[in-house]
């Protein structure tokens, strides 16, 4: 923590305890001058539960949410549903430019195919559940948000020298307390890498103790990726200040025109160059010339 600078600076750390990660949060309650926070930025929930359960009193001051995640947005409707969500939020995982970002240029450069419960089979991959892919794959990664995807049945049925990590939030989607109980070897390959020798002989490698793996494993997401999403932030907090009128308590999603203006930021970067409408085209197409260019109900 800096004292030169005027507000706080809040650091986290690998290996920090539960309580130092709390305190860490806490650090972000007050700015120097005494004042409390007046709107909330959260990845994940826990800043939003923290001041909801342990800071109410702060509760009346704070205009509006914006919330990153997977986990801390199933939180907020959550939290809306039974009635104790007490500020407007803006659900901003669900932005195009921040769930695709993070699908296609960040997880995609790990999965193939899929297990999944998404009954659509969508974009080509081959869908099937895991009791037959856990026979054939060779690399496992699970993304579900959900808990006990692999478990020790499927552990016991993969081919020799089998990878799985997790990439979703958490680390209740890999039973790595299953291997670590039942393996009847494992073996620190290097930081970060396990491999087990299961009681039929075949060997399991587990990447981060099945917890993020790119993460653990890597530097975490492209800075790319993060700059979407933080457009995204910012624009959502913008929004919330400056239109607080606008938003009810609830969870709403970014207004597709700044979620546009967040693409267009971004698509020099990706040399992307975009068509400019005439006025003829935007009126036979019944747009506006500057967009947003798709309803809001349009899913990409
Ligand atoms: N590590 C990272 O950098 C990173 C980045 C983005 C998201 N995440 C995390 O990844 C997870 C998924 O996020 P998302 O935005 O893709 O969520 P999502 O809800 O859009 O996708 C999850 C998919 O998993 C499927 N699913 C859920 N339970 C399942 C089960 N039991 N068996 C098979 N399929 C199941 C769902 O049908 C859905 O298609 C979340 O936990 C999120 O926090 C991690």
């Not at 921040?98 to 999944?116: A, M, W």
């Amino acid at each position: 923590m800096s004292d030169r600078l005027p507000y706080k600076v809040v650091f986290a750390w690998k290996g920090e305890t539960d309580e130092e990660y709390l305190w860490c949060i806490e650090q972000t309650l007050y700015f120097k001058d005494g004042q409390p926070l007046n709107m909330i930025l959260d990845d994940g929930g826990d800043l939003t539960n923290l001041v909801h359960t342990k800071y109410p009193q702060l509760l009346k001051g704070i205009r509006g949410i914006s919330e990153e995640t997977t986990t801390g947005v199933h939180n907020l409707y959550k939290m809306k549903a039974n009635g104790t969500l007490k500020v407007p939020a803006i659900n901003v995982n669900d932005s195009v430019t921040k769930l695709l970002g993070h699908r296609l240029l960040l997880s995609k450069e790990f999965v193939l195919d899929l297990s999944s419960l998404n009954p659509t089979g969508e974009s080509g991959y081959e869908v099937t559940t895991m009791e037959e892919a856990c026979k054939e794959g060779n690399i496992f990664v699970t993304t579900t948000g959900c808990t006990d995807i692999v478990q020790g049945r499927h552990f016991e049925q993969m081919k020799d020298d089998a990878i799985v990590c997790n990439i979703g939030h958490f680390d209740v989607e890999v039973d790595a307390k299953w291997l670590n109980d039942n393996a009847v070897e494992a073996v620190n390959v290097k930081p970060q890498v396990d491999r087990y020798t299961l009681r039929n002989g075949r060997h399991i490698i587990l990447l981060a103790e099945g917890r993020l793996v790119n993460l653990g494993c890597a530097m975490g997401h492209p800075s790319f990726v993060m700059s979407n999403s933080f457009t995204n932030q910012v624009l959502a907090q913008i929004e919330l200040w400056t239109h607080s009128d606008k938003y009810a308590v609830g969870v709403h999603f970014l207004p597709k025109k700044l979620d546009e203006a967040v693409a267009a930021a971004h698509l020099d970067k990706l040399s992307v160059k975009l068509t400019k409408l005439s006025d003829k085209q935007a009126k036979y197409l019944g747009l506006p010339r500057d967009g947003p260019f798709k309803p809001d109900h349009y899913r990409y």
